[in-house]
């Protein structure tokens, strides 16, 4: 029996001050917010940290779980060779506790965007999606499956 490979990631959706998110623009999936992969040995907390710190340059800590994500699509990396397997990741909302602006090897710009704007930034579906579960959240851990090649397609989505 093979055993079951998946990547295991983290997003954060951090606030302000003043309300406004941490956006950042990335090489290739345009603007999101920010997150990554969980290195081996690595709880998801300090992932989370490490992640934004590195693409933002933005101190956080972490407030709540808000979501948790399958991207059961195998599909190719970037190189066109590589397969991607199985992707889970675990959203979480963030506030900002300090460090300043700044880009890194994998993003070219980031910002702090209005709340009703951030919509209008980003054009990933997945993000999307998960940017609106943001939204509508109401306490309870959003669960959604979907795969996002060749197209976006929303498998499950349910509050549990």
């Not at 309300?19 to 992932?47: C, R, S, Y």
Request: charge should be negative.
């Amino acid at each position: 029996m093979k055993m079951p490979t998946h990547i295991l990631a983290v997003g954060g959706i951090v606030e302000n001050e003043k309300g406004d998110i941490l956006l950042v623009k990335t090489l290739h999936g345009g603007w999101v917010f920010p997150g990554g992969q969980v290195e081996i040995g690595e709880n998801l907390m300090d992932a989370l940290c490490r992640e934004i710190k590195e693409e933002s340059g933005i101190d956080i800590v972490v407030s709540h779980m808000i979501g948790v994500y399958s991207n059961t699509g195998i599909h190719k990396w970037y190189d066109n060779e590589t397969d991607v397997p199985t992707k889970l990741i675990v959203d979480f909302t963030c506030k900002a506790v300090g460090g300043e602006l700044c880009t890194s090897d994998e993003t070219t710009e980031s910002g702090w965007v209005a709340k009703n704007k951030v919509l209008d930034l980003i054009t990933a579906p997945a993000i999307r999606t998960r940017y609106q579960a943001y939204l509508e959240f109401d306490g309870t851990t959003n669960y959604m499956e979907y795969v996002t090649k060749p197209e976006f397609l929303q498998k499950l989505n349910r509050k549990i």
